[in-house]
């Protein structure tokens, strides 16, 4: 195993279980004490986690793990709601993405749509998130627009006023939302509340707004409110959603897809 996937897996059980010790994550990952302490003591000096004796702890009290540590949780569902979310969007629409792992497979579905391979533009881009526009802008068909604002190192967002006069003079056909709570009381919500202010005028610029989420995500909450349940017209999830989550979204007036 890469030094890479190490992080990655260690990041992970960390997230998960919230102390993990040396031994334990030795045994898990099928490496000697010595090269799961020389992690630890790595990731420390990188400020991914707090070093304790014979053992680590997540870094703060709420603790969100960047989005290049992140493996391919929900891999599989995640990109069937991708593929969903992107057979939503017609060619010739000005489409919001925001930052996330979800949509960063709805970038990538779009991108290998044939229908979508040419055009003047096939699709304008909207989005906050440097990766997504680094993957797009390759694909000449598309025009792809950056929000402008302050880089969040953990999700690759731009954040932040400045982002606000780009949005001020925009309008999108449809607003594709990464979250990571969506509740029908409570609504769409992210981490980080600079990163939920974009994401919310994002959607208050679009036509309508379509939820791309595993159903992991479903019935949650998070720190900072995105936008309320009412202001989305479509969640798209996965057949593990139940079913009466699926009721209580339809009930709310939200069209759901579950793929």
């Known amino acids: 195993m890469s030094r890479d996937a190490r992080w990655k897996a260690l990041l992970e059980l960390l997230v998960e279980r919230g102390r993990l010790d040396v031994e334990e ?64 969007v017609a060619p010739g629409e000005a489409v919001g993405l925001t930052g996330g792992t979800t949509t960063t497979e709805v970038a990538r579905a779009l991108a290998v749509r044939s229908d979508l391979a040419t055009g003047s533009p096939a699709l304008t881009i909207v989005t906050n998130a440097l990766n997504i526009a680094n993957e797009l802008a390759v694909r000449p068909q598309f025009k792809i627009v950056l929000t402008g604002g302050v880089a969040r190192p953990q999700s690759y967002e731009l954040v932040g006023p400045l982002a606000d006069g780009v949005l001020g003079q925009i309008t999108l056909d449809v607003a594709v939302l990464g979250v990571v709570a969506f509740d029908v009381t409570h609504g769409t919500a992210a981490h980080d509340e600079a990163e939920a202010a974009i994401n919310r005028l994002l959607c208050e610029r679009a036509e309508r707004v379509l939820v791309a989420a595993d159903s992991s995500k479903l019935g949650q909450r998070a720190f900072a409110r995105i936008c309320a349940a009412d202001a ?26 579950a793929v």
């Not at 070093?51 to 997540?58: C, E, P, S």
């Not at 969640?235 to 139940?242: G, H, I, K, N, Q």
Request: glycine share 4%.
């Open 25 to 88: 994550a030795a045994a898990e990952l099928t490496v000697s004490a010595a090269t799961i302490r020389r992690d630890f003591d790595q990731l420390a000096e990188q400020q991914m986690l707090v070093r304790t004796r014979g053992g680590a702890v997540v870094h703060g009290v709420s603790y969100e793990l960047p989005l290049r540590y992140k493996t391919a949780r929900h891999a599989s569902e995640k990109q069937r709601i991708a593929k969903a979310v992107a057979d939503l």
């Open 232 to 257: 989305v017209d479509t969640l798209v999830t996965d057949v593990a959603v139940s079913e009466d989550m699926v009721r209580r979204f339809e009930e709310a007036g939200i069209t759901v897809v």
